[in-house]
């Protein structure tokens, strides 16, 4: 099936820095979204993104589907930022997650 | 507007023990989804449903089992816990198949520890 590689797995980050997370996948896709998962487990869809870019407020997506990546930019870092981040990618009629970037924003 | 919702919030039980995991959704979803949530693995599919009376395998159904009845509905049942099943469980819907630009919306989970 379908590979999912995210990177970095683990990020610390003070309040107000920048940050980008890395989905590389092994196939092409028609469906690739990135997800927020908070601290107390709730997850959020942040993106559809299966190729261009997109911005929603501080957090913006790109998705080069040719080269089989996508990247998650984070600016201007909040606490309320931290949690996991996971890229899914659609393989056989669902979606195949990566094991995801722990971020942490410190104060 | 409730969304997708899941019951319980928490479970413990023992081996051997039969559990259900209950999943309902307001928003007439078509396609739901039954992932779990270990440390290292990401999430994965368990189980999926296109529509009432139609469900199919993941890609970890061992253990599991799921049905449909109604659209709004996914339960989902260990018939026989064991210890590998401890995980977060998290059940999801989307409007129509992922292979078109539908999102894919997230319950609040179950955590499930076996004894």
């Known amino acids: 099936g379908i590979q999912v590689e995210q990177s970095p797995p683990d990020l610390i980050l003070q309040e107000g820095a920048n940050s980008t997370l890395r989905c590389n996948f092994s196939d092409s896709v028609n469906n690739l979204q990135w997800f927020h998962q908070n601290p107390w487990g709730q997850l959020i869809n942040l993106f559809y993104i299966p190729s261009g870019t997109k911005q929603n407020g501080r957090l913006s997506a790109t998705t080069v589907a040719t080269e089989r990546y996508s990247l998650l930019y984070i600016s201007s870092s909040q606490t309320t930022d931290s949690g996991v981040y996971f890229c899914?990618?659609?393989?056989?009629?669902?979606?195949?997650f990566g094991t995801g970037t722990q971020l942490k924003v410190e104060l | 507007d409730a969304g997708i919702t899941q019951s319980p919030r928490y479970k413990i039980t023992e081996t051997g023990r039969q559990v259900t995991l209950m999943c309902h959704q307001t928003w007439s979803h078509s396609y739901m989804f039954w992932y779990r949530q270990d440390l290292g693995h990401g999430l994965r599919l368990i189980y999926y449903?296109?529509?009432?009376?139609?469900?199919d395998k993941g890609e970890v159904p061992d253990g599991y089992v799921v049905s449909r009845s109604k659209t709004e509905n996914f339960p989902l049942t260990l018939e026989s816990a064991t210890r590998s099943q401890t995980s977060v469980y998290f059940c999801?819907?989307?409007?129509?198949?992922?292979?078109?630009?539908?999102?894919?919306?997230f319950g609040s989970g179950t955590q499930l520890s076996v004894l």
């Open positions: 449903s296109a529509a009432a009376d139609i469900t």
């Open positions: 999801a819907s989307s409007e129509s198949k992922v292979t078109t630009n539908e999102k894919l919306f």
């Open positions: 899914a990618v659609e393989g056989g009629n669902k979606l195949t």
